[in-house]
C-alpha cells in the first residue's frame, strides 16, 4: 500500500486541467453574469433583423448564438466568453468564434475575438459562406 500525502493531493484537485480544445457551449468564467448577459443582449439587436441570424439558435444563460447547416453535419458557434465592465465606459469582451464537424466529432476552427462587432461579423460571414 502506498502513502499518500493528503495535502499534496488536495492541491493538485484545486489546479486546473488545461486543454487545447475549446469546450463547446460552455462560458468558462462565471463572473458578472448579468452584466455579461446584458452586454450580449445589447450587441445583438443592431442584427437581430439579419435573416441569417434569425435561423440561429440562441442561448442567453450561456450568451451563445449557434447555427448548424442543413444537413447537421457542421455547427458555428459565438460565444461571450468573458466581460469585462472598466473605468472610462470601456468594455472588455472576449468572444469565441467555433466550427464543430459533428460526423467526423472533431474542431475545424476556432478564434477568439475582442471587438464585439468583428465577432458577430466574422460570424454572420462564416454562415452566410456556408449556406
Known amino acids: 500500500m502506498s502513502v ?5 493531493y488536495k492541491s493538485q484537485l484545486s489546479k486546473p486541467n488545461y486543454t487545447s480544445k475549446p469546450k ?16 450580449f443582449n445589447e450587441n445583438l439587436k443592431e442584427y437581430i433583423n439579419n435573416p441569417y441570424i434569425e435561423k ?8 451563445l448564438i449557434k447555427f448548424s447547416t442543413k444537413d447537421l453535419s457542421t455547427e458555428f458557434s459565438l460565444i461571450l466568453q468573458d466581460y469585462s465592465p472598466e473605468e472610462f465606459d470601456l468594455n472588455f469582451a472576449t468572444w469565441e468564434f467555433c466550427i464543430y464537424d459533428t460526423q467526423n466529432d472533431e474542431y475545424i476552427d476556432s478564434r477568439f475575438f475582442t471587438s464585439s462587432e468583428m465577432a458577430i461579423k466574422f460570424f454572420l460571414s462564416k454562415i452566410k459562406y456556408s449556406v
Open 56 to 63: 440561429c439558435m440562441f442561448s442567453l444563460t450561456e450568451c
Open 24 to 39: 463547446m457551449g460552455k462560458n468558462l468564467y462565471k463572473k458578472n453574469l448579468i452584466e455579461k448577459r446584458a452586454f
Open 4 to 8: 499518500i500525502n493528503f495535502q499534496e
